[in-house]
């Protein structure tokens, strides 16, 4: 059984998501209020994967995913909001969060989202990764930065084609057994691709790729 808890400070959009969660067989859901002691019911519950609203009386969703990632750093969170989260963007994945869902998802994409967020693979809408390519992206590199560009153009085909595989949501495994390699050379190769881009995570990678050219919105799913 999957433990899914989600804090909102609207009832009808906890009991309606709870709903829709729970047809399917493998997943219970739990919710509380944002005034509600949160960091206690975590710490005192296992949850594989939590759904915070980012706007919230009290405390809104960005602190709350700090007290909880500072109570339970393995903690799984995604947030789950109808606000546009491309401001809190970067802020929210420093933190640690695996992801963003809108309240407007289908049941299928909620469910996929979650299953996704649980087995560690980052949740991000392509929408979102179109809307940074066009605001965050679009000016110059920064100073600190144009190394990166530089070493990431030295990136070989199969590189390439694993950032290509990563975005189109494939997990390690699914990778390594479709470019017949181990798993483990797959992990060695990923961390050539994380230090010619100089990031730290399979999102970033992706991101920085779309920005770099070497990947485009076609080797989306």
Avoid: W
């Avoid at 706007?55 to 995604?78: R, S, Y």
């Avoid at 963003?100 to 996704?116: D, G, N, P, W, Y």
């Avoid at 199969?158 to 479709?178: H, L, Q, V």
Wanted: with cysteine; hydrophobic share 45%.
């Amino acid at each position: 059984m999957l433990h899914i808890l989600m804090v909102d400070d609207h009832p009808s959009v906890m009991e309606g998501t709870k709903m829709m969660l729970e047809k399917e067989s493998d997943f219970q859901v739990s919710f509380c209020f944002p005034e509600d002691e949160v960091v206690q019911i975590v710490t005192s519950n296992a949850f594989d994967v939590m759904l915070f609203d980012l706007n919230m009386p009290g405390i809104n969703g960005i602190e709350l995913t700090k007290m909880v990632l500072a109570a339970q750093p393995k903690a799984v969170i995604l947030i789950f909001t109808g606000l546009d989260i491309t401001p809190y963007f970067h802020q929210l994945i420093e933190l640690g969060v695996a992801g963003f869902i809108s309240k407007t998802a289908t049941q299928e994409h909620l469910v996929s989202s979650i299953r996704c967020a649980i087995r560690k693979e980052a949740v991000i809408p392509l929408t979102l990764l179109r809307e940074l390519n066009k605001n965050k992206y679009r000016d110059k590199l920064k100073a600190g930065e144009d190394k990166g560009g530089d070493e990431a153009m030295q990136m070989i085909p199969r590189e390439i084609e694993i950032i290509k595989e990563i975005a189109k949501g494939k997990t390690n495994k699914m990778i390594a057994e479709m470019m017949l390699m181990s798993q483990r050379s797959l992990e060695y190769a990923l961390t050539q691709v994380f230090q010619k881009l100089q990031v730290h995570s399979r999102l970033e990678a992706v991101t920085k790729s779309k920005r770099l050219g070497i990947i485009t919105d076609g080797d989306f799913l």
